[in-house]
């Protein structure tokens, strides 16, 4: 059961006080009125019969008819026409219509779906699972007066031979985003460096990883200058936080690496004060790399996975780094700190080189990096640096097949020339114009040479400012369904 909702493979007669039905236009020729009830039947076809846009994406209709004393309920959702039915529909509408059903007292349901007698319609049964577990999502752990919600249960009919498979593993992957999404709405007095280290120990003694903490000394002595400087205004000191899994024999790590800003003031270089609140979700990128590498071990893929979280608290203070400091960095580039708000690729700079040092041959960073990918792709789309066409690919057609939507921005020379410093080897700071590119960019400055390297600002997309589909309003734990498919392909 994830947030009050159980969904579960039933065969035979299901006893139920609700049905829910997926219906795209083609799926009205396969429609089996037998396996319902006689009057349930004759009520989803007469508004079948009168309502000819039943199919439209999104389209919710609430029927209802009477079974003995009982007045029983009919969801119909539409799931559109041809190419519209997707998978990426299907995980949309479930989320919509589990939002609406909560509201209506039944607690019983049938869920069916013609499309889920196909065989080869797997991937709409996994999208249905997630779609519905994400979409009832609530975050309310602060909420004193908090009335309990009742369990709705949730009885699939589907002749899809490895249902129960697939339902599991749709379990798992929403168990993971809902894990990351908890993280990153938890306010920043409450999830600072320490406390991300402590649920990684968790993560890694519920899954069997390996860990490895590294504290602020730690750091110093591994000469990881940029973090330091990062978090050295804060009461809070740096962690950075490092498990592994090993599902493939002795092939090499890929590495995912999230930065973990659990707050973000801006430091010296302050924030406005409209909008700082949301800075909580600075640390998604983490909070992401983590859930992810849960949901691998759970789903024991077969890959040699290792994660970084870089977590630091941003804040200004006596002993915080102030804008002009030159700062050294653990590869030995000097980076001359043109404004304390560009902090997470600081803490990336060290943190995508230890991977390198782990011994990665593929990394992949997740970042809230920039303001500037909201002005050129807006909230539903996160953008992509990287040294790799291929690897880039790959990210973005694993985002196509779980519904997160990704787009690849130029790396031509002229922008390199942007993050060059006058006094040190780089700036923090290339400057408003391509600053989403110059961003990921000053990262890549930290891959050892030979390394593929994909970076990902999802600053656009990690807060969900109105609820639709299956992201409620809040973090969103973009990329984390992502990460598993990459991981997993």
Known sequence: MLNNLEIKLKKGKINFDGILLFLCKECEAHLQMDVLPKQAAATLQAYLTKNREFFKVGKIANLTYVEGKNLQQIFVVGCGEGKECTSQNFRKNAGEVARFIQKQGVKNILLYAPILNNPVRGKHLQAIVEGMYLGVYDFSEFKTALKKKDVITFNIQTTIKDAADIIKKATIIAESVCFARNLINRPGNVVYPEIMANFAKQVAKENKLKIEILDEKKLLAKKMNAICAVGQGSVHKPRM??????????????????????????????????????????????????????????????????????????????????????????????????????????????AVWYACELGATKVVDIATLTGAAIIALGRETAAIVANNDELAQKVIDAG??????????????????????????????????????????????????????????????????????????????????TLIKLGEN
Request: glycine share 16%.
């Open 241 to 350: 936080i490092v498990l592994k899994y090993n599902g493939n024999g002795k092939a090499p790590y890929t590495a995912y690496v999230g930065k973990g800003i659990t707050f973000d003031s801006g430091g010296i270089s302050i924030k406005p004060t409209d909008g700082m609140g949301e800075m909580k979700d600075d640390m998604s990128g983490a909070a992401d790399v983590l859930a992810t590498i849960r949901a691998v071990a759970q789903l024991k893929l077969k890959v040699n996975l290792l994660v970084v979280l870089a977590c630091a608290e941003n804040m200004p203070g006596g002993n915080a780094q102030r804008p002009g400091d030159i700062v050294k960095a653990a590869n030995g580039k000097t980076i001359e700190v043109i404004t304390t708000d560009a902090e997470g690729r600081m803490v990336l700079a060290d």
């Open 400 to 481: 196509k097949a779980v519904g997160e939507s990704y787009w690849q921005l130029p790396t031509f020379e002229e922008y390199h020339e942007l993050i060059k410093s006058p006094v040190a080897d780089l700036k923090n700071s290339g400057g408003r114009s391509g600053g989403t590119i110059t961003g990921g960019l000053f990262i890549g400055e930290f891959i050892k040479k030979g390394v593929q390297w994909v970076h990902l600002d999802i600053g656009g997309t990690s807060f969900v400012d109105r609820t639709h589909g299956f992201k409620p309003q809040g973090g969103s734990a973009f990329g984390v369904m």
